[in-house]
């Protein structure tokens, strides 16, 4: 028997070493195992690359676009989003509550969900399918006007984008 928290080395006949076995010491926590290759990029708030609600926005050519936030109680948040950020990243960075984004943007939990105000011509890119498929799964009735604000990178275009934010995400 191996003593507690030292690595013992178990032999065959031959005595040539097969592996190495390590034991917990009694009454010490087991710790999660995490290889290295998993560890979020610095700076990403451990949300992994697009989840970067705590790294400052890029200020790529310093392009920007004026989103309109608008809350199910009437209120409106106004901000201004530095390209090529997408809505939802605009939103977390600013503090605007009401889009969860829990995946980090990677279009997968339907958190971001937001509706596009009718009123605006503003260009956006098509919907692809992961998005299409995700808006049904989104905890407030999709529409016509349902985006995924993480799908919505920012354009100098979308200045004066209007979005409208559900009553519940999860």
């Known amino acids: 028997m191996p003593t507690p928290g ?9 005595s040539a070493p097969l592996a190495a076995v390590f034991t917990v010491p009694t009454g010490a926590a087991p710790r999660a ?3 290295s290759c998993a560890r979020a990029p610095r700076g990403s708030g451990g949300h992994g690359p697009r989840a ?20 199910p109680d009437g209120t409106a948040t106004v901000v201004d989003v530095h390209a090529p950020d997408t809505v939802m990243r605009g ?5 605007v509550d009401g889009i969860e984004a829990q995946c980090g943007g990677a279009a997968q939990c339907g958190t971001c969900h937001v ?14 399918e992961v998005e299409d498929d995700v808006l049904y799964t989104t905890a407030s009735p999709r529409t016509a006007r349902s985006r995924l604000s993480c799908q919505l990178p920012v354009t100098e275009e979308m200045d004066g984008l209007v979005v409208h934010l559900p009553e519940r995400q999860t």
């Open 91 to 95: 939103a977390k960075l600013n503090g």
């Open 52 to 71: 970067a609600a705590t790294t400052p926005p890029s200020d790529e050519g310093n392009a920007m676009a004026k989103i309109t936030y608008k809350h």
């Open 115 to 128: 509706y596009v105000d009718p009123a605006g011509a503003v260009p956006l890119p098509a919907m692809d």
């Open 6 to 14: 030292r690595a013992a080395v178990r032999e065959d006949a031959s």
């Open 33 to 35: 195992f995490r290889p």
